[in-house]
T-cell receptor, first 114, second 114 residues
Framework: EAGVTQSPTHLIKTRGQQATLRCSPI?????VYWYQQALGLGLQFLLW???????NRGNFPPRFSGRQFPNYSSELNVNALELEDSALYLC?????????????FGPGTRLTVL | KNQVEQSPQSLIILEGKNCTLQ??????????LRWYKQDTGRGPVSLTI???SENTKSNGRYTATLDADTKQSSLHITASQLSDSASYIC?????????????WGLGTSLAVNP
């Protein structure tokens, strides 16, 4: 069974640009979560999508947004990039709520903002 | 305030030695506690999950314990290997009803040296 996949592996952008990150969940999983992990810091919850709807978001500005497609894959968009957005962005999928079901993480997308 | 604190922040041990990592939480009401292993630059991988009624769970050389009365958990690694070098993250699920969510610790960085 294929795991969670993310693309691209690495992404380099300049300040002010937009970044789009993609995630494909494990087959059968309907929930997708996005996390930001800055260097040396813990995981910060960004967004939770389930059945195509945004269910919850963390304490991040509106320029962090996303969506979930009918096939449950997901996209994270970051507008007006700032230097501090440089981080590893992790996607996780599960059968449902993360507090009930185990999350399975992808390898991440390393975003560098210059 | 719901919090998860891990200690030590970092740890260096020699290959073959045992070690114990600590996790203290103030999450209430408590639902479950998980330990994840995160290799550098990769997504976390679930090691164990324990509910209120469980006080020990093993996964190979990893043994997690939970004391729900003192709100403490530990992760014991036996006969460490070089591949155990990683960050170990404690995650607690808690909160009431629709406010239930995951609270992530900052992790313990373990280095196993030859």
């Amino acid at each position: 069974e294929a795991g969670v996949t993310q693309s691209p592996t690495h992404l380099i952008k300049t300040r002010g640009q937009q970044a789009t990150l993609r995630c494909s969940p494990i087959s059968g999983h309907t929930s997708v979560y996005w996390y930001q992990q800055a260097l040396g810091l813990g995981l910060q919850f960004l967004l939770w999508y389930d059945e195509g709807e945004e269910r919850n978001r963390g304490n991040f500005p509106p320029r962090f947004s996303g969506r979930q497609f009918p096939n449950y894959s997901s996209e994270l968009n970051v507008n007006a990039l700032e230097l501090e957005d440089s981080a590893l962005y992790l996607c996780a999928s599960s059968y449902g709520r993360a507090d009930t079901y185990t999350q399975y993480f992808g390898p991440g997308t390393r975003l560098t903002v210059l | 305030k719901n919090q998860v604190e891990q200690s030590p922040q970092s740890l260096i041990i020699l290959e073959g030695k045992n070690c114990t990592l600590q996790c203290n939480y103030t999450v209430s009401p408590f639902s479950n506690l998980r330990w994840y292993k995160q290799d550098t630059g990769r997504g976390p991988v679930s090691l164990t999950i324990m509910t209120f009624s469980e006080n020990t769970k093993s996964n190979g050389r990893y043994t997690a314990t939970l004391d729900a009365d003192t709100k403490q958990s530990s992760l014991h690694i036996t006969a460490s290997q070089l591949s155990d070098s990683a960050s170990y993250i404690c995650v607690v699920s808690g909160g009431a009803g629709n406010n239930r969510k995951l609270i992530w610790g900052l992790g313990t960085s373990l280095a196993v040296n030859p």
